[in-house]
């Protein structure tokens, strides 16, 4: 998310294009996305923009996507008083109970532990 927010403008072809794909992520991250939506919105094929983004970051959009999201519920479970399935929804996950897995991998506790850690 911070990447989103901080990219400086870029000049070449590609290096813009690989902002605009953060950009459309970070703009949208909170509905459902897929690679099809950003490529159709770009103007530009899926296959060219996943190979793209990762060329540029070194891991897929969809990873990138999923960390964004994350870093944001991890974030609303500090400073909001959502439940976890409102936070979930709000950052685009569509399953609460995947969204309490896939936090647990990347912070190493589920939503409740991390927001009862953080008070």
Same mark, same amino acid.
């Given at each position: 998310?911070?990447?989103?927010t901080?990219?400086?403008?870029?000049?070449? #072809?590609?290096?813009? @294009?690989?902002?605009?794909? @953060?950009? %459309?992520?970070c703009?949208?991250?909170?509905?459902?996305?897929?690679?099809?939506?950003?490529?159709?919105? =770009?103007?530009?094929?899926?296959?060219? @923009?996943?190979?793209?983004?990762?060329?540029?970051?070194? %891991?897929?959009?969809h990873?990138y =996507?999923?960390?964004? %999201?994350?870093?944001?519920?991890?974030? @609303? =479970?500090?400073?909001?008083?959502?439940?976890?399935?409102?936070?979930?929804?709000?950052?685009g996950? #569509?399953?609460?109970?995947?969204?309490?897995?896939?936090?647990?991998?990347?912070? #190493?506790?589920?939503?409740?532990?991390? %927001?009862? #850690?953080?008070?």
């Amino acid at each position: 998310y911070e990447e989103c927010t901080q990219i400086q403008t870029l000049n070449s #072809g590609t290096a813009e @294009l690989y902002r605009k794909i @953060l950009q %459309r992520i970070c703009d949208g991250y909170q509905t459902p996305m897929t690679m099809e939506d950003i490529a159709e919105d =770009l103007h530009y094929s899926a296959s060219y @923009l996943r190979e793209l983004f990762r060329e540029k970051s070194g %891991r897929s959009i969809h990873a990138y =996507l999923k960390e964004v %999201r994350l870093k944001r519920a991890a974030y @609303l =479970l500090c400073y909001s008083d959502f439940t976890v399935t409102q936070i979930a929804q709000a950052v685009g996950f #569509g399953d609460s109970n995947y969204f309490s897995t896939a936090f647990k991998e990347k912070y #190493g506790a589920s939503p409740l532990q991390y %927001r009862k #850690g953080k008070q």
